[in-house]
């Protein structure tokens, strides 16, 4: 129901709804619809390069205080309407960005992105678009917070506190190992994208048996769909 009619879809409505201020939970019950329909890897195309679901999610995901700037080569490759907004949100005497607070929205967020690593087409478009120094950000922010809370004051104190253990941190490790420019485990991915790009357009043709075995291993295959709150 959701991603039927692409050109006038109504996930493509509720998409706005997912920075609406003043309304966690709604916020909250459109990136979960959003991360279930990530499930289908068949919409990952109109998600992508239709809805331009990606620009939403760094969105939600970025905060003015940035531990490494943006460079020119990340900027060149994102989203126009994102930079517009990025470059807006930095003006002089423009209320900042923060990140968003809500955890089972970050958590619905990342699991999507993650989702969206499933096929080589979906990986190489979020690494264009500089998806990674997003979830990078969200990561450290969130190993920061989590060493603040146990007295940490570096990361190495907070590795041997336990404090980067918990599964939002997880969820990011797993993104870069697939968006990541400089990982061994991109280097093991990337080795098997033409395979998998060779299986993908044998799937649209119809041949499903590559398309099942590589579904058994797919990024996100342990999330299980969820239900929106009210």
Not at 42 to 55: C, S, T
Not at 65 to 94: H, V, Y
Request: with cysteine.
């Amino acid at each position: 129901l959701l991603t039927r009619a692409p050109r006038d879809s109504l996930l493509q409505r509720l998409l706005p709804q997912l920075h609406a201020p003043h309304a966690r939970a709604r916020r909250r019950g459109v990136a979960i619809a959003l991360r279930n329909c990530c499930f289908d890897k068949d919409a990952h195309y109109w998600l992508l390069d239709e809805l331009r679901v990606q620009a939403e999610l760094q969105w939600a995901l970025c905060d003015a205080r940035w531990e490494c700037p943006l460079t020119d080569e990340e900027r060149a490759g994102m989203d126009a309407r994102l930079l517009a907004r990025l470059d807006a949100s930095a003006a002089p005497g423009a209320a900042p960005k923060r990140r968003e607070r809500d955890e089972q929205l970050i958590a619905a967020a990342l699991d999507a992105l993650l989702l969206l690593c499933a096929t080589h087409r979906a990986r190489r478009a979020l690494r264009e678009q500089s998806v990674f120094p997003f979830v990078q950000e969200t990561d450290r922010a969130r190993r920061l917070a989590r060493g603040a809370d146990t007295g940490c004051k570096s990361e190495h104190e907070m590795k041997g506190a336990g404090a980067d253990a918990d599964e939002i941190t997880q969820t990011c490790e797993r993104i870069a190992n697939y968006l990541h420019p400089d990982r061994a485990e991109r280097a093991h991915a990337d080795a098997d994208d033409e395979e998998e790009a060779a299986a993908d357009d044998g799937a649209a043709d119809g041949d499903g048996d590559g398309d099942a075995d590589a579904a058994a291993e797919a990024p996100g295959s342990d999330i299980a769909p969820a239900t929106p709150e009210g």
